[in-house]
């Protein structure tokens, strides 16, 4: 190393330790004194379009496609066609657990051994090392009380644990006492968000409702497009901003245009953001307090999780509950290998129910979530 | 992202510390923690065993029974291991000699291929080659569009489907060549669909493309925050396509990335590039020893240096190390090098790099309104009072306060902490080996001023 990197490392640890030691300081101060001044207004991304005044005066910047003539004669027809069943389509997940299952029934007698394969197989499903460690000792006392030495009964055990773990929560999904209800979808990026959003737009305009797709992703390149898109499928409307725009107005002027048409649901499809992102978070806030200023309007923000999501989904859901009040958990891309095992512990630990599961491309393979099913289809019936 | 892990190792590592030599049962201590750790950062169930089982085998033998510094063997072994799971040494592209060189990308729905295209374009564009984006995915909606718009931002060009034509991804991989050709063009990279390993028809489509692109490079891009999963979609793809790298994005969240030792270890292909954050620059080669010592708590030191010599202006470098050896570093000095540091990017991001900080502030955000706090109050001081805080009493400190819209309490913070450091900086002049605030640790490796 030269003298002058050397120094820079040392000018940088300075820097460091100035800023990180006031960083500290504010900490400690924030967490014992009173609460510090409300939280500064995040500037939003790399600012590309002129300074937004905000959202009061949000002046429509975006430009409204009506989704051609398709309005009035709903596009799809009343989704009464079959629906997936959860259990099917959970089928690969439920060979994958019955492989470790019966291994462990073939066993003569439970022993150590076969703990820790029951907890392997959970930890492969990505329900992770707490909640699988919870689960495997529930099933633990419960076999020690009902004296149970059959390694092949476990499986039922087991499978009612999940179930149980499962069972609490409110899983519909809620509508406004008065029109517009207002569903508003947050998650990181690539997870399916629009994709969810497309789906559902189909099941409501084919049960006869108005719906307004808002394109609150001005971000990434193209998104009001993919959205766009989905809207003439579907037959809902599009507000969109430019590419770059304040989220915040686009939001603002589907508000406005859904109480102008009447509209029954907006769906906000917000850019997908890393939790860590304090910035991106402030501005999801932002965009919630700006549906908010139509009480009672928001009733569901629903956090969407994509299956072969790891333990990270933890994260994920905690940051994202503490920044907009999560009220449920889309899972989606269930149709693979992965087993969305997450949710377990999302439930678990966060008690945010699961509420939709996407288990398809399809506008129809969107399922409500079912504990008793996914249970079931976990552990084969 | 493995910054937890390395939470992790610390904590096992400082108890072992204490002790003197490692007995069996200390080694199978360790290994559970270390594998609880894996586990939770989602690094695959089977990888684990594997990479749990060389551990143990080594720590138990002599090298680490006759040294005296037990705790540190089984770091450097470890250490070492992780190296080798995530790949050895750093990868690079493969170029073709008879160009254009072909770089195909594949992956799982939402897991950055179109963002890894542009930017893969950009950095190779950035190296004095002519890129050509292919958008041969057809199915996601807007995908193509979106591959436009990277490509106008860029300059590159990109190949679509003919208006109107027949939308088949075949068509658009076979016709890019002619497109090459055509705008002299030396690389071509090919953003497929995403797709679900198992969807056979996709996959048959896939390969398919591959048949008639020949790529030089067939790329799997890999969600950092992905779980045990990884290994499946990581085997399948090889298994169809033949795969000869991965690229590994969205690496800046705080997701373990477990995935990155799994792919490692079962496909047996190196990690080529990373995508550390959403702007197009946000993409740097994969450096597996760094990565390795950052598991560890060593820091990313080396990638540290690079950003810091790129942002860095070395005569005024040369200037404030001149005033660093005569003790005479100030507030102004401090701020100039707090905005070149700032052009090396979030503070946040920085800080997780350094070896030897403490966990609070590895994690912490350091948000830009707090870094212009500081500057303003370092701004509403008058010159006299920059270079010598002492002056500062309190009715000028009231006074510094209003002018930068802080309070005092925030004023004496700075200060304060700038004291620590000034003496912090002249023992380091002096020769001596810091003294630092409780919590901080300097790396072992690192000097004093030389000369």
Redesign the interface.
């Known amino acids: 190393?030269n003298?002058?990197?050397?120094?820079?490392?040392?000018?940088?640890?300075?820097?460091?330790?100035?800023?990180?030691?006031?960083?500290?300081?504010?900490?400690s101060?924030r967490a014992a004194g009173p609460p510090a001044s409300p939280p500064?207004e995040?500037?939003t991304?790399?600012p590309v379009a002129a300074p937004s005044a905000g959202p009061v005066v949000a002046e429509p910047v975006g430009e409204e496609i009506p989704a051609g003539e398709t309005l009035s004669p709903p596009v799809a027809e009343p989704v009464v066609e079959e629906r997936p069943r959860l259990r099917d389509r959970l089928g690969?997940t439920r060979a994958a657990l019955a492989g470790a299952f019966t291994g462990i029934a073939g066993r003569s007698t439970v022993d150590d051994e076969t703990w820790e394969e029951l907890e392997?197989a959970l930890?492969?499903?990505?329900v992770?090392?707490a909640t699988s460690t919870r689960l495997v000792e529930a099933v633990r006392e419960r076999a020690a009380v009902e004296r149970i030495t059959d390694p092949g009964a476990l499986e039922g055990l087991l499978r009612a644990e999940v179930a149980a773990l499962l069972a609490p929560g409110d899983r519909t999904l809620h509508r406004a006492p008065s029109k517009p209800t207002v569903w508003m979808f947050v998650g990181?990026?690539?997870?399916?968000k629009t994709t969810t959003i497309a789906k559902l737009a189909q099941r409501e305009v084919g049960e006869g409702n108005r719906v307004v797709l808002a394109a609150a992703d001005t971000?990434?390149?193209?998104?009001a497009?993919?959205l766009?898109?989905?809207a003439e499928r579907t037959g809902a409307w599009l507000v969109r901003g430019q590419?770059g725009a304040d989220p915040g107005s686009v939001v603002f002027d589907a508000m406005a245009s859904a109480q102008t048409r009447d509209s029954d649901l907006v769906l906000v499809d917000t850019a997908g953001r890393?939790?860590?992102?304090?910035?991106l978070m402030e501005e999801l806030k932002k965009l919630r307090r700006i549906v908010d200023r139509t009480p009672d309007a928001l009733t569901e923000v629903l956090l969407v999780i994509?299956?072969?999501?790891?333990?990270?989904?933890l994260?994920?859901a905690r940051e994202f509950a503490q920044a907009v009040e999560v009220t449920g958990v889309v899972l989606t891309?269930l149709?693979?290998?992965?087993?969305g095992?997450?949710v377990l512990a999302i439930q678990a630990e966060l008690g945010i129910p699961v509420k939709v599961v996407g288990i398809g491309e399809g506008a129809a393979d969107m399922v409500p979530f079912d504990p008793e099913e996914f249970a079931a289809a976990l552990f084969g019936d | 992202m493995f910054d937890a892990l390395s939470d992790r190792f610390d904590g096992i590592f400082s108890r072992m510390r204490g002790r003197g030599r490692l007995g069996e049962a200390d080694i199978d201590e360790v290994a559970r923690e270390i594998r609880l750790a894996l586990l939770e950062a989602d690094v695959n169930v089977r990888v684990v065993k594997g990479f749990i089982a060389r551990i143990k085998e080594r720590a138990k033998g002599a090298e680490v029974a006759k040294s005296l510094s037990p705790a540190q063997q089984v770091i450097k072994i470890v250490h070492e291991e992780l190296v080798e799971t995530l790949g050895g040494t750093s990868g690079k592209l493969a170029m073709s000699p008879k160009p254009p060189t072909v770089v195909m990308l594949a992956g799982l729905q939402g897991s950055g291929k179109t963002t890894a295209a542009g930017k893969l374009a950009r950095l190779l564009k950035s190296q004095g080659l002519q890129p050509l984006l292919v958008a041969a995915d057809l199915q996601r909606p807007a995908a193509v569009e979106q591959l436009r718009v990277l490509g106008r931002r860029l300059d590159v060009p990109v190949h679509t489907a003919p208006e109107g034509g027949v939308a088949d991804p075949v068509e658009v991989a076979r016709s890019a060549f002619d497109e090459a050709a055509r705008l002299g063009r030396n690389v071509v990279i090919v953003d497929t669909a995403g797709r679900l390993q198992i969807d056979a028809a996709l996959m048959d489509e896939l390969r398919a493309v591959r048949d008639v692109v020949q790529p030089t490079n067939s790329l799997l891009v890999v969600d950092a925050m992905t779980g045990q999963e990884a290994v499946n979609v990581a085997s399948a793809f090889d298994e169809a396509i033949g795969l000869d790298g991965v690229v590994l994005t969205k690496i800046d969240g705080d997701a373990r990335g477990g995935a990155a030792l799994s792919v490692k270890e079962v496909v047996g292909k190196p990690i080529l590039f990373v995508g550390t954050g959403e702007k197009l620059e946000d993409f740097e080669p994969f450096h597996p020893d760094r990565m390795a010592s950052r598991i560890l708590g060593m820091g990313d030191v080396l990638s540290l240096i690079e950003k810091a010599e790129a942002a860095f202006d070395a005569t005024e470098a040369a200037a404030a190390e001149e005033k660093l050896r005569k003790g005479q570093f100030t507030l102004d000095d401090f701020l100039d090098q707090m905005q070149q540091v700032r052009k090396m990017g979030p503070l946040g991001n920085i800080m997780k790099m350094l070896p030897g900080m403490p966990k609070e502030l590895r994690g912490a955000e350091v948000d830009e309104g707090q870094l212009a706090r500081i500057e303003a109050i370092i701004r509403s001081m008058t010159p006299a009072e920059r270079r010598d805080p002492s002056l500062i009493g309190g009715s000028r400190r009231l006074r510094i306060a209003k002018g930068s819209g802080t309070s005092t309490q925030d004023v004496n913070a700075l200060l304060k902490q700038f004291k620590v450091v000034q003496q912090m900086m002249r023992s380091i002049a002096g020769g001596k080996r810091p003294k630092l605030p409780a919590g901080m640790n300097l790396p072992p490796g690192m000097p004093g001023l030389p000369g």
């Open positions: 190393m003298s002058a990197l050397v120094l820079t490392l040392i000018l940088l640890l300075a820097v460091v330790l100035i800023v990180g030691g006031l960083v500290l300081s504010r900490r101060q500064i995040a500037p991304r790399p690969r392997e930890i492969l499903a990505d992770g090392v990181v990026n690539g997870v399916g971000f990434r390149a193209a998104a497009e993919q766009g898109t989905w590419e890393l939790h860590t992102k304090v910035n994509d299956a072969t999501t790891g333990q990270n989904g994260a994920q891309k149709d693979g290998t992965a087993k095992g997450i």
